[in-house]
T-cell receptor
C-alpha cells in the first residue's frame, strides 16, 4: 500500500519562528510536492521537486523554502512564520521523472496555526 | 488568474440520484484532466482522469465528460451514496516540461440519506 506520511497532523507556532514540515514517501517516487489548502482557494502549489537536490517554484513560493536531500524525503521550511501562513499543508508524490501528469499520492496534511 | 474554475462551492443531492459536478477551464493548452476527492482530515485521493483525445471516461459509478470546445468538464456520480460526501477537486495540466497541475477551488458534495 502506497504511503505518504507527514511529520505532524497539527502544529502551533509563533510568529517569527522557523518551522519545518517533513514529508516521507515509501513509493520510490521521483516527484514530490508541497501544497497549501485554504477555504475558497483550493489547492495551491508551493514548491515541487523532480529529483534529489532539485527544486522548482510553484505558484506561491514566497515565504517558503524546501529541501530534498534524499529521494524519499521532502521538507518545507517557513523561515519566519507569519499569521498568513496559517493553513493546511499537503505533501504529495508521483512517479515518472520528466512529467507531472501522473496521479499524485497525498499525505494526510499538517494543520499549521501561526499565532 | 484562475485557470480552473469550479464555480459552485457546494452541491446537495439525495442518495440514489445523480450528482453532477462541473469544472471550467480557460487555458486552451490543458490536455489532461483529473478529479480528486478529499475527505476531512485526509489528503486528496485520485478519482478519475481524462485525456483531451477523449470525450468520456468511465470507472464504475464515476464518469467524466469533456467538452473541449466549451472548455468544460463534468463528473457524474450515479447512483450517489452517502460515502461520496466529500470535497471534489478538478485539476488540469498541459503538455510541456514545465507544466504543473492546476487545481480548482473544489466543490463540497453532500449526499443525503
Amino acid at each position: 500500500d502506497v504511503k505518504v506520511t507527514q511529520s505532524s497532523r497539527y502544529l502551533v507556532k509563533r510568529t517569527g519562528e522557523k518551522v519545518f514540515l517533513e514529508c516521507v514517501q515509501d513509493m520510490d517516487h521521483e516527484n514530490m510536492f508541497w501544497y497549501r489548502q485554504d477555504p475558497g482557494l483550493g489547492l495551491r502549489l508551493i514548491y515541487f521537486s523532480y529529483d534529489v537536490k532539485m527544486k522548482e517554484k510553484g505558484d506561491i513560493p514566497e515565504g517558503y523554502s524546501v529541501s530534498r536531500e534524499k529521494k524519499e524525503r521532502f521538507s518545507l521550511i517557513l523561515e519566519s512564520a507569519s499569521t498568513n501562513q496559517t493553513s493546511m499543508y499537503l505533501c504529495a508524490s508521483s512517479s515518472s521523472a520528466g512529467t507531472l501528469r501522473d496521479e499524485q499520492y497525498f499525505g494526510p496534511g499538517t494543520r499549521l496555526t501561526v499565532t | 488568474d484562475q485557470q480552473v474554475k469550479q464555480n459552485s462551492p457546494s452541491l446537495s443531492v439525495q442518495e440514489g440520484r445523480i450528482s453532477i459536478l462541473n469544472c471550467d477551464y480557460t487555458n486552451s493548452m490543458f490536455d489532461y484532466f483529473l478529479w480528486y476527492k478529499k475527505y476531512p482530515a485526509e489528503g486528496p485521493t485520485f478519482l478519475i482522469s481524462i485525456s483531451s483525445i477523449k470525450d468520456k471516461n468511465e470507472d464504475g459509478r464515476f464518469t467524466v465528460f469533456l467538452n473541449k470546445s466549451a472548455k468544460h468538464l463534468s463528473l457524474h456520480i450515479v447512483p450517489s451514496q452517502p460515502g461520496d460526501s466529500a470535497v471534489y477537486f478538478c485539476a488540469a495540466i498541459s503538455t510541456g516540461a514545465n507544466s504543473k497541475l492546476t487545481f480548482g477551488k473544489g466543490i463540497t458534495l453532500s449526499v443525503r440519506p
